[in-house]
């Protein structure tokens, strides 16, 4: 089975966006955290995309944010074990990769905690899109707005073009200088100080995303102009 054969499966079954990126491309993944640690017969990543409706950004409220960000995860979820339970239905093999929790890594100390495969960076060399100062994953058409899911095979398949458009322009920092905790610097994000308001837990227990104004704030939130 090819690789565009393996996306079409994939965009057919309801992700607006797909791509993969073979296992030579993770050459600089951290130790402990690259796809033949998880599954050591690993050829391909196949990184897929479902968008995230926008307007919430701009509620008053960062409830309906939250709401938003939570079905589409758990849409992303449940869309990476159907689509393996297709594929393997056609002899391929695959390991399902959770789009956000669980984890194991966690440092208390510094509020750090690493998933098991960095789904901005396989998205990154996936070809669907490229990382900006947020620490977000923007595509061309679509924007920071996106939520990725990814899966590992032991088929050997053909790469997509990693993205070379440009999304942050060199002289802008309105998502460093708008932080209100200060997390960023323009590489990566101190989870530290991020943490307290984009996991809000309230007395009830609930979790809510009380900020985004790094996603929102962008000038390429919806994609590039």
Known sequence: MDSNKIKQIIKDMGATLCGIAPIHRFSEAPEGFHPTDI????ESVIVFAK?????????RNCVPYTFVNDVVTQKV????????????????KVVPIPSDDP????????SYGRAILSMR???????????????????????????LG????????EGALIANYEHC?????????????????????????????????TKKGYN???CNICRRICPHLLGLK
């Open 39 to 42: 599954y050591n017969d690993c």
């Open 51 to 59: 968008r995230v409706p926008s307007e919430s950004l701009f509620a």
């Open 77 to 92: 979820d449940h869309l990476t074990v159907t689509i393996c339970m297709a594929l393997e239905k056609l002899g391929v």
């Open 103 to 110: 984890y194991e890594h966690w440092e208390p100390e510094r």
């Open 121 to 147: 960076h396989a998205g990154y060399l996936a070809g669907l899109g490229v990382l900006g100062k947020n620490t977000l994953l923007a595509n061309k058409e679509l924007g920071n707005m996106i939520q």
């Open 150 to 157: 990814a899966i590992l095979t032991s088929l050997e398949l």
């Open 169 to 201: 322009p060199p002289n802008c920092s309105l998502c460093i200088d708008n932080c209100p905790a200060k997390a960023l610097d323009g590489t990566t994000v101190n989870q530290k100080l991020c943490r307290p308001l984009s996991i809000f837990v």
């Open 208 to 210: 809510l995303k009380k």
